[in-house]
């Protein structure tokens, strides 16, 4: 709203009032009050409507920019609407491009302690992921623990030790990467992971890449569990999967 009053005849007079205090004067003082209302009465008619015509200037310019910034504002809101309801169209509908640009997005950010790299493939409602894990090499071999007497005890682990906490790990690693897509859109009803490591071939002598479990993760189920309290080598049943791990829970090699 322009906030500024339009000029009135009292107002432009009471202006140039103060105006004759200062610039009407004479030696002749007797005759200052007529010479001043007469420049009062010869200017009011021309400064009022001069004061009159910069008002309705000022006011015009005023309103053509609100009006313009009314239509800048109602195109970003616009604009923001449109891409917002393409946005939860998305996610709702579990886009390909959309899935595909977050997970690649997602994936850049993670940061964990170990080593590890994905390759993905989104087709229709499935996310497909192949997973390089870390390899057994980079977990600790040792265990601490706190006796009695408040001295800190180090053992080495054993291999079934080593062995376990590697497989839990690893097969973790999949419920972790299913529980993000998951959440990517609700359209989205299965993640299908493929673990493997690097392993020497003893045949050849060569480091191969070795697949070592395969978990089809259904959005039904997962979503019926408490990921954080599950252990991951037994959840891993609640799913189609392809795993073979040895009673000292060593992971052989499978074949997709």
């Given amino acids: 709203v322009f906030a500024e009053r339009e000029p009135t005849q009292n107002g432009v007079q009471e202006s140039l009032a103060?105006?004759?205090?200062?610039?009407?004067?004479?030696?002749?003082?007797?005759?200052?009050?007529?010479?001043?209302?007469?420049?009062?009465?010869?200017?009011?008619?021309?400064?009022?409507?001069?004061?009159?015509s910069r008002?309705?200037?000022?006011?015009?310019?005023?309103?053509?920019?609100?009006?313009?910034r009314a239509i800048e504002k109602n195109a970003q809101y616009e604009k923001d609407y449109q891409e917002?309801?393409?946005?939860?169209?998305?996610?709702?509908?579990?886009?390909?491009?959309?899935?595909a640009e977050t997970l690649e997005e997602i994936f850049s950010e993670i940061e964990l302690?170990?080593?590890f790299s994905i390759n993905y493939e989104v087709v229709d409602k499935e996310v497909k992921?192949?997973?390089?894990?870390?390899?057994?090499?980079?977990?600790p071999t040792v265990k601490s623990d706190i006796l009695k007497s408040g001295k800190l005890s180090v053992k080495?682990?054993?291999?079934?030790?080593?062995n376990r906490d590697y497989a839990t790990s690893v097969v973790g690693l999949g419920f972790f990467f299913a529980g993000?897509?998951?959440?990517?859109?609700?359209?989205i009803t299965t993640v299908s992971i493929a673990g493997y490591t690097q392993r020497v071939n003893r045949q050849n002598g060569n480091l191969e890449d070795e697949y070592v479990y395969s978990i089809a993760f259904d959005r039904n189920i997962f979503s019926s569990m408490n990921i954080a309290e599950v252990d991951p080598?037994?959840?891993?049943?609640?799913?189609?999967?392809?795993?073979n791990i040895s009673s000292s829970y060593e992971l052989a090699a499978i074949t997709l």
Wanted: proline share 3%.
């Fill in 180 to 187: 993000i897509i998951f959440n990517i859109s609700p359209a």
């Fill in 233 to 243: 080598l037994q959840a891993i049943h609640s799913f189609r999967n392809t795993i």
């Fill in 113 to 115: 302690p170990l080593e």
């Fill in 129 to 139: 992921l192949d997973l390089d894990l870390p390899e057994i090499e980079d977990y």
């Fill in 84 to 99: 917002k309801r393409a946005l939860v169209e998305s996610i709702l509908t579990g886009d390909s491009k959309y899935v």
């Fill in 55 to 68: 008002w309705k200037e000022r006011k015009a310019s005023f309103e053509e920019e609100e009006r313009v």
């Fill in 18 to 52: 103060g105006r004759a205090q200062f610039e009407i004067t004479s030696w002749k003082f007797w005759q200052l009050e007529k010479l001043r209302r007469e420049f009062v009465e010869n200017n009011l008619e021309r400064e009022y409507l001069s004061e009159v």
């Fill in 156 to 162: 080495q682990k054993t291999q079934t030790e080593i």
